[in-house]
C-alpha cells in the first residue's frame, strides 16, 4: 500500500539521492528544522566564564543538532526562530557552538529576558532564512552612551557576535567594563518576520535615536528677564546685567595702575596729611554750668556721622555669578639681570691702547739720558768755574 509520508523517513532513500531533490520531485516543501530544548543561561554553562557569548545574538546547542542540520542540508548561516509558545514571544538567533548537553539549549541572558523564561523553561527552536540588513535605527537606554568617543567603532565590534537582529529586541554589549543596552526601533528591508534582518556580510546604515532620559538642553539668552511674580526668581536663577566681569566690579578703579587707587594708598599710608597734635597741650577748658533756656536743648551737640571714607584701594564685592581672577601681574626683576645689562652697556675697547713690554722700557731709558745728561752739565759748570777734581790734585 502507498505510505504517503514516505519521503519522511530519515533511512529511507537517504543515502541514494539528497533529502532536498527527493522533496521536490515529490512537490513537497523541504522540512525546516523544528525542535523543543530546556534553556538555560549562558553563565550556567560549565567550563570558563564566556562574557562575549552571554552578551551576543548566538545560541550553543547540543551535537545531535548539528547532525540534523546536515541530513536537512541547512547550510551556513543557520539562523533559527526562537519561539516561547507560552508567552507568545518570538525572537531570532545564530548558533555559535554545538556543545551543549543533549536536550539543552544556552541562550545569552538578554534573550531569557526578552523572551520571559525561566532557567528550565522548554524552548522551540526552528530554522529560518533572513535578508541581509540595509538599514537598522537604534536606541540606547541610557544617557551613558553619550559617553563613547567614537560608536561607530564601538556596534561593529559588537556585531561580530550577532548573527541577526528582530525588531523590538533589546540587546546588551559591554565597552569599557560597562554593559550598554541598545533598542532595535526599525530595520529595513522588513519583509521577514517581526522585521528580523540577517547583519551578516553586508553593508548596515545605522542611525540612532536620542537615548531614554535624554533631554536637549535649553537655550539661555544673554539678557535679563524680568521675574514672573513677586519673589520669585526666573527658571535659569538670578540674571545680572549685561557686562564684562571687568565694568561690573569697576576694575580701573581698584587696578595698580589706576591714579585714584593709587592715591588712596598714598592717603592711607601717610601720617602727615592732617592737623598736627601736641603731646603735651594746655588742659581742657572745664565746662561751664548752663542755665537751661526754655526752647533749647541742654544736650551736648552730637559729632557727625564719619563719612564713608572714599580714598584708597575699595573693597572688592562682588554680586553673585561674579568671578575675580586677580590684579595684572608685574614679573619683578633680579639682581644678576641689573648686574648684567649695566656691564652690557658700558663701551668696550675705548681709549689708547697700552702694551705690556713698551712703556716700562721707555721710561727706563728717558731716565738713563736724563741722568746722563745732568751729569754731563755739571761737569761743564765745574770747568767754568775754575774748580778742581780730585783727578786734578797731583799724587
Request: with cysteine.
Amino acid at each position: 500500500m502507498f505510505n504517503p509520508g514516505y519521503l519522511n523517513d530519515d533511512d529511507m532513500l537517504g543515502g541514494m539521492y539528497p533529502r532536498a531533490m527527493l522533496h521536490r520531485a515529490a512537490g513537497v516543501a523541504p522540512r525546516r528544522f523544528d525542535e523543543y530544548y530546556r534553556c538555560y543561561p549562558v553563565a550556567m554553562l560549565p567550563g570558563p566564564e564566556r562574557e562575549n557569548v552571554n552578551h551576543g545574538g548566538k545560541v550553543i546547542l547540543p551535537p545531535s543538532a548539528l547532525d540534523k542540520l546536515t541530513r536537512l542540508h541547512i547550510t551556513y548561516p543557520m539562523l533559527f526562530e526562537l519561539i516561547n509558545g507560552s508567552a507568545e514571544k518570538m525572537t531570532h538567533a545564530g548558533v555559535l557552538e554545538f556543545i551543549a548537553e543533549e536536550g539543552k539549549i544556552y541562550l545569552p541572558y538578554w534573550i531569557m529576558q526578552t523572551l520571559l523564561l525561566e532557567p528550565g523553561d522548554l524552548l522551540q527552536i526552528m530554522s529560518t532564512d533572513l535578508p541581509s540588513g540595509s538599514f537598522i535605527k537604534l536606541q540606547a537606554q541610557s544617557t551613558n552612551f553619550l559617553d563613547i568617543s567614537d560608536p561607530k567603532a564601538v556596534l561593529e565590534n559588537a556585531f561580530r557576535n550577532f548573527s541577526c537582529l528582530t525588531k523590538g529586541d533589546i540587546f546588551t554589549f559591554t565597552y569599557n567594563d560597562q554593559t550598554f543596552e541598545m533598542a532595535v526601533l526599525e530595520t529595513k528591508p522588513g519583509t521577514a518576520k517581526n522585521g528580523a534582518i540577517s547583519v551578516l556580510e553586508t553593508d548596515l546604515e545605522v542611525d540612532f535615536a536620542p537615548p531614554v532620559g535624554y533631554e536637549e538642553p535649553k537655550k539661555v539668552s544673554g539678557t535679563s528677564t524680568p521675574r514672573s511674580g513677586a519673589g520669585a526668581l526666573p527658571s535659569g536663577g538670578i540674571m545680572h546685567n549685561a557686562g564684562t566681569m571687568a565694568q561690573a566690579i569697576n576694575y580701573a578703579s581698584i587696578a595698580p595702575q589706576s591714579s585714584i587707587a593709587a592715591g588712596g594708598a598714598r592717603a592711607v599710608s601717610s601720617n602727615f596729611l592732617h592737623g598736627g597734635h601736641k603731646l603735651k597741650g594746655s588742659k581742657a577748658p572745664t565746662p561751664k554750668a548752663s542755665t537751661p533756656v526754655a526752647g533749647a536743648s541742654t544736650n551736648p551737640p552730637q559729632p557727625a556721622a564719619p563719612r564713608p571714607r572714599t580714598n584708597g584701594p575699595q573693597p572688592l564685592r562682588l554680586p553673585p555669578g561674579k568671578l575675580f581672577f586677580g590684579y595684572e601681574i608685574t614679573p619683578m626683576k633680579k639682581d644678576g639681570e641689573n648686574n648684567e645689562n649695566e656691564v652690557d652697556t658700558k663701551p668696550h675697547f675705548q681709549g689708547q691702547g697700552q702694551t705690556l713690554r713698551g712703556g716700562t722700557k721707555k721710561r727706563s731709558a728717558d731716565a738713563d739720558t736724563e741722568g746722563k745728561g745732568k751729569g754731563k752739565s755739571k761737569d761743564a759748570e765745574d770747568r767754568k768755574s775754575g774748580g778742581r777734581t780730585l783727578r786734578d790734585i797731583p799724587r
